[in-house]
């Protein structure tokens, strides 16, 4: 079956998707959907946006053959589609430098954005940065105390970073803190939102602009190999990175799609954040979707060790590929993902970021289960820099 | 015919406005709200909108988000919700209820178990703020074969276009959102919300309510003067946050500040410039 027509025109993904926001935001959100709609067929747009994922953000991000870990693993050849080397550090940029353009083409004077890690707050900042245009961040308290590196790079980049003292004070609240502000000062601001969920056009919108990921590694590979890997691996928050590289292959069947979702202190624990792999289909953030939520529909707090993992639903194409079967989504866990973050850091000599490292630790698992001649490519979506603090003071305890 | 229709057919034959008050259920506590819903009646409720608690109110204020997690706090759940409704209707049979909230907690008990429940309750409208009609179509379709009036926001942002869409499908009232903003937030523009209720008025017959940043008495008489209804929430439950250590206080809190807010529509003629 081949998705890759999806959505429709009403942004629906099988049954998931949609536009579920309160009546002020419709029509900002039809205009946007208007101007993302020109914006997508217009040359000139498309070409000053390759020019600025050539120049500015320094793609195409290269491929690498983690050799040494892969005759370790004694199975499949591991690659790494490299977005960490990405201008700001991860594959937010790709989005974050889309979404500005059409900003700028909209005439809207400021920008808002939601942060979990921190990696889109600081791609919208350095984007907003460079258009100059006003930028506020939203950013739970937690993740805050958590991700300083990225709150101060923020900052110095000239963004305001609001703190979110609502709710569970993460990322899921930081969205609903952003949509509140965009209800209030619809006419001049823009939201970009950082991942591939939220009311129509976002989920398609923000998938189109990350897509370009894997539209660059099938021909990489292809190059590097001759063949198409045998399976994908990446890590699903919101799943943006993990639609990113998806998306090419979605018509190749003999390519095995993996989702690695954070599993926390373990599925059966409570504590994680793995709506796919232990959650329901419900309505959040302007999508139906799968979501984490208790029996009477109510959100329930998410624990990852990632802060950019650390949110109780997902993109809704994710979603979709599940239901149909077309992408497997796992959860691997705070300890297990800890352990592949030392291991390619060891092995390698890459740091990756701890929502990354979730990736690497499920291709970790299931390499041995394939022949050397068979391939696995993983996304390495984002660099480690951020989460020395929350690292150290792991080491320190055990 | 409904309540909520046959409540705005009285008022406009004694050429009155509807008051209603929103509060959020079980807030500050469960036991407090069906004494609470009587007393808002008592002092000159014509119809109760009734938030249900949701963890993640994108559309509200800090006011109402911080009544949602007090009662969420306290377990209260859409099922308790119903209870507290069938509660009130064992002595209240008149008063139209509307129950106000986010669409997840209907999703999670199912649109037909939720519709048959509501309409046994004694629920008359429901308002998911986060599902315009063209969101979820099957919720309406839903409500309406169980005789629930399904209520729509109009914004200010919304299109005439959009507010022939809304308009066909809306039941009861509509409620216009009076300002760009969430609940409970920034000041009201007179000349610019009766500009739009003209609008709205040209594509229906329904009655047109108005809330969002009513605040007060002056701006409850202000809104009453060009709509069918005023809506009155955040300023009253910051109230009744007030009293929430002394839960036995609220309803007489509550039904004081509605007290003044339905002197102030009813008569029109008195200034309340100088006492604001």
Same mark, same amino acid.
């Given at each position: !079956?081949?998705?890759?027509?999806?959505?429709?025109?009403?942004?629906?993904?099988?049954?998931?998707?949609?536009?579920?926001?309160?009546?002020?935001?419709?029509?900002?959100?039809?205009?946007? /959907?208007?101007?993302?709609? *020109?914006?997508?067929?217009?040359?000139?747009?498309?070409?000053?946006?390759?020019?600025?994922?050539?120049? &500015?953000?320094?793609?195409?991000?290269?491929?690498?053959?983690?050799? /040494?870990?892969?005759?370790?693993?004694?199975?499949?050849?591991?690659?790494?589609?490299?977005?960490?080397?990405?201008?700001?550090?991860?594959?937010?940029?790709?989005?974050?430098?889309?979404?500005?353009?059409?900003?700028?083409?909209?005439?809207?004077?400021?920008?808002?954005?939601?942060?979990?890690?921190?990696?889109?707050?600081?791609?919208?900042?350095?984007?907003?940065?460079?258009?100059?245009?006003?930028?506020?961040?939203? !950013?739970?308290?937690?993740?805050?105390?958590?991700?300083?590196?990225?709150?101060?790079?923020?900052?110095?980049? $000239?963004?305001?970073?609001?703190?979110?003292?609502?709710?569970?004070?993460?990322?899921?609240?930081?969205?609903?803190?952003?949509?509140?502000?965009?209800?209030?000062?619809?006419?001049?601001?823009? &939201?970009?939102?950082?991942?591939?969920?939220?009311?129509?056009?976002?989920?398609?919108?923000?998938?189109?602009?990350?897509?370009?990921?894997?539209?660059?590694?099938?021909?990489?590979?292809?190059?590097?190999?001759? *063949?198409?890997?045998?399976?994908?691996?990446?890590?699903?928050?919101?799943?943006?990175?993990?639609?990113?590289?998806?998306?090419?292959?979605?018509?190749?069947?003999?390519?095995?799609?993996?989702?690695?979702?954070?599993?926390?202190? $373990?599925?059966?624990?409570?504590?994680?954040?793995?709506?796919?792999?232990?959650?329901?289909?419900?309505?959040?953030?302007?999508?139906?979707? &799968?979501?984490?939520?208790?029996?009477?529909?109510?959100?329930?707090?998410?624990?990852?060790?990632?802060?950019?993992?650390?949110?109780?639903?997902?993109?809704?194409?994710?979603?979709?590929?599940?239901?149909?079967?077309?992408?497997?989504?796992?959860?691997?866990?705070?300890?297990?993902?800890?352990?592949?973050?030392?291991?390619?850091?060891?092995?390698?000599?890459?740091?990756?970021?701890?929502?990354?490292?979730?990736?690497?630790?499920?291709?970790?698992?299931?390499?041995?289960?394939?022949?050397?001649?068979?391939?696995?490519?993983?996304?390495?979506?984002? /660099?480690?820099?951020?989460? !020395?603090?929350?690292?150290?003071?792991?080491?320190?305890?055990? | 015919?409904?309540?909520?229709?046959?409540?705005?057919? %009285?008022?406009?034959?004694?050429?009155?406005?509807?008051?209603?008050?929103?509060?959020?259920?079980?807030?500050?506590?469960?036991?407090?709200?069906?004494?609470?819903?009587?007393?808002? +009646?008592?002092?000159?409720?014509?119809?109760?909108?009734?938030?249900?608690?949701?963890?993640?109110?994108?559309?509200?204020?800090?006011?109402?988000?911080?009544?949602?997690?007090?009662?969420?706090?306290?377990?209260?759940?859409?099922?308790?919700?119903?209870?507290?409704?069938?509660?009130?209707?064992?002595?209240?049979?008149?008063?139209?209820?509307?129950?106000?909230?986010?669409?997840?907690?209907?999703? %999670?008990?199912?649109?037909?178990?939720? %519709?048959?429940?509501?309409?046994?309750?004694?629920?008359?409208?429901?308002?998911?703020?986060?599902?315009?009609?063209?969101?979820?179509?099957?919720?309406?379709?839903?409500?309406?074969?169980?005789?629930?009036?399904?209520?729509?926001?109009?914004?200010?942002?919304?299109?005439?276009?959009?507010?022939?869409?809304?308009?066909? +499908?809306?039941?009861?009232?509509?409620?216009?959102? @009076?300002?760009?903003?969430?609940?409970?937030?920034?000041?009201?523009?007179?000349?610019?919300?009766?500009?739009?209720?003209?609008?709205?008025? @040209?594509?229906?017959?329904?009655?047109?309510?108005?809330?969002?940043?009513?605040?007060?008495?002056?701006?409850?008489?202000?809104?009453? @003067?060009?709509?069918?209804?005023?809506?009155?929430?955040? @300023?009253?439950?910051?109230?009744?946050?007030?009293?929430?250590?002394?839960?036995?206080?609220?309803? +007489? +809190?509550?039904?004081?500040?509605?007290?003044?807010?339905?002197?102030?529509?009813?008569?029109?003629?008195?200034?309340?410039?100088?006492?604001?």
């Amino acid at each position: !079956m081949i998705h890759v027509d999806l959505p429709d025109e009403f942004g629906h993904f099988g049954r998931y998707g949609g536009t579920f926001v309160a009546e002020t935001l419709m029509e900002p959100i039809a205009q946007l /959907r208007e101007a993302y709609t *020109q914006a997508r067929q217009d040359p000139a747009f498309l070409a000053a946006l390759d020019a600025d994922l050539q120049h &500015y953000v320094g793609r195409p991000s290269p491929i690498y053959h983690a050799e /040494r870990l892969s005759r370790e693993l004694g199975g499949a050849q591991l690659y790494l589609k490299r977005e960490d080397l990405n201008h700001t550090g991860a594959h937010k940029i790709n989005s974050a430098i889309g979404q500005g353009l059409l900003a700028k083409r909209m005439g809207k004077t400021r920008i808002i954005a939601e942060t979990g890690a921190g990696q889109h707050g600081v791609a919208t900042a350095t984007v907003a940065a460079r258009l100059g245009l006003e930028c506020v961040v939203f !950013m739970g308290e937690v993740d805050i105390a958590r991700q300083q590196p990225n709150v101060q790079r923020m900052q110095l980049l $000239g963004a305001e970073v609001r703190a979110v003292s609502s709710g569970s004070k993460t990322l899921k609240d930081a969205l609903n803190e952003a949509l509140r502000d965009w209800v209030t000062q619809v006419d001049n601001t823009f &939201y970009i939102i950082g991942t591939v969920a939220g009311p129509h056009p976002y989920p398609m919108m923000v998938r189109d602009f990350q897509a370009v990921i894997g539209r660059e590694a099938r021909q990489q590979l292809l190059m590097m190999t001759g *063949q198409l890997p045998d399976a994908l691996v990446a890590c699903v928050g919101g799943g943006s990175n993990a639609i990113g590289l998806f998306h090419s292959f979605l018509a190749d069947d003999g390519v095995a799609l993996y989702g690695v979702e954070a599993a926390g202190n $373990g599925l059966d624990s409570g504590l994680h954040a793995a709506p796919l792999s232990a959650g329901k289909p419900g309505v959040l953030h302007g999508n139906r979707t &799968y979501l984490m939520e208790d029996p009477d529909g109510q959100i329930i707090a998410t624990h990852s060790i990632s802060a950019g993992l650390d949110y109780p639903g997902v993109g809704p194409e994710h979603a979709w590929l599940k239901d149909t079967r077309r992408a497997t989504y796992v959860a691997v866990t705070d300890d297990a993902a800890l352990a592949a973050f030392y291991r390619l850091t060891r092995t390698e000599g890459i740091i990756p970021a701890l929502e990354s490292s979730h990736a690497m630790a499920y291709a970790l698992q299931l390499a041995p289960q394939l022949t050397p001649e068979q391939a696995i490519l993983i996304n390495l979506s984002g /660099r480690g820099d951020k989460d !020395m603090a929350t690292v150290a003071a792991l080491a320190e305890v055990a | 015919m409904g309540r909520i229709t046959d409540c705005f057919a %009285a008022l406009r034959a004694e050429h009155k406005t509807a008051l209603i008050p929103f509060v959020t259920a079980g807030d500050p506590q469960p036991a407090v709200t069906v004494p609470l819903l009587h007393t808002l +009646v008592e002092w000159g409720a014509d119809i109760i909108e009734l938030g249900v608690p949701f963890s993640d109110p994108m559309a509200d204020g800090p006011v109402i988000q911080l009544a949602s997690e007090r009662a969420l706090a306290q377990g209260v759940s859409l099922t308790q919700v119903l209870a507290m409704v069938a509660a009130f209707r064992r002595t209240n049979t008149t008063t139209p209820v509307v129950l106000m909230g986010y669409l997840n907690p209907l999703e %999670a008990m199912g649109y037909t178990e939720f %519709a048959a429940g509501a309409r046994q309750a004694g629920v008359d409208g429901v308002l998911m703020v986060d599902s315009p009609p063209d969101a979820c179509s099957d919720l309406t379709d839903c409500l309406v074969q169980h005789d629930i009036d399904p209520i729509f926001l109009i914004a200010p942002t919304t299109t005439s276009q959009r507010i022939a869409q809304i308009t066909r +499908v809306a039941h009861g009232f509509v409620y216009y959102v @009076a300002l760009k903003g969430v609940t409970g937030a920034g000041h009201l523009d007179t000349a610019s919300v009766a500009a739009k209720l003209t609008q709205i008025r @040209a594509h229906t017959a329904l009655p047109v309510g108005v809330g969002f940043g009513i605040r007060d008495a002056a701006t409850a008489q202000a809104m009453a @003067a060009i709509a069918d209804a005023v809506v009155v929430g955040s @300023a009253l439950v910051t109230r009744i946050a007030a009293c929430a250590d002394q839960p036995d206080q609220v309803p +007489v +809190v509550a039904g004081t500040f509605l007290a003044e807010l339905r002197a102030a529509i009813d008569n029109p003629s008195r200034s309340l410039q100088d006492t604001c």
